[in-house]
């Protein structure tokens, strides 16, 4: 069993940036692929980041189309975390953010929510216009 905490989300103006972080229990951390999903009000919960389990230096990242370019994933297998850095930010960004967990052996990464078998209770994040 896995326990994903969330944490980082708040009110920030559009324009600005934030950092989320994902803090993750268990020992085999690097072998689980992450990511990130946002739930707006009255929408579905939808595909953000997603980051690839990790060993040394390879790792691979995959992001949505509307936040190429300003969103990064990463992780620290040594902290048992992953981050999502959002920088200029818009309005349409605001949603609760969810991070996610599965447990894989290969190198993909994961866009849909029936992939991931573990979820975090969410963190929300405003922004302002």
């Known amino acids: 069993q896995v326990q994903l905490v969330e944490s980082g989300g708040g009110l920030v103006q559009a324009g600005g940036s934030l950092r989320l972080s994902c803090a993750a229990s268990?020992?085999?951390?690097?072998?689980?692929?992450m990511g990130w999903f946002r739930q707006a009000p009255g929408k579905e919960r939808d595909f953000v980041a997603a980051?690839?389990?990790?060993?040394?230096?390879?790792?691979?990242?995959d992001y949505e189309d509307s936040v190429k370019g300003r969103f990064t994933i990463s992780r620290d297998n040594a902290k048992n975390t992953v981050y999502l850095q959002g920088n200029s930010l818009k309005p349409e960004d605001t949603a609760v953010y969810y991070c996610a967990a599965r447990k894989t052996t290969g190198w993909g990464t994961f866009p849909r929510k029936d992939e991931y078998d573990y979820w975090g209770q969410g963190t929300q994040v405003t922004v302002s216009s």
């Open positions: 980051i690839s389990r990790s060993a040394g230096s390879t790792v691979y990242a």
């Open positions: 268990g020992r085999t951390f690097s072998s689980y692929a």
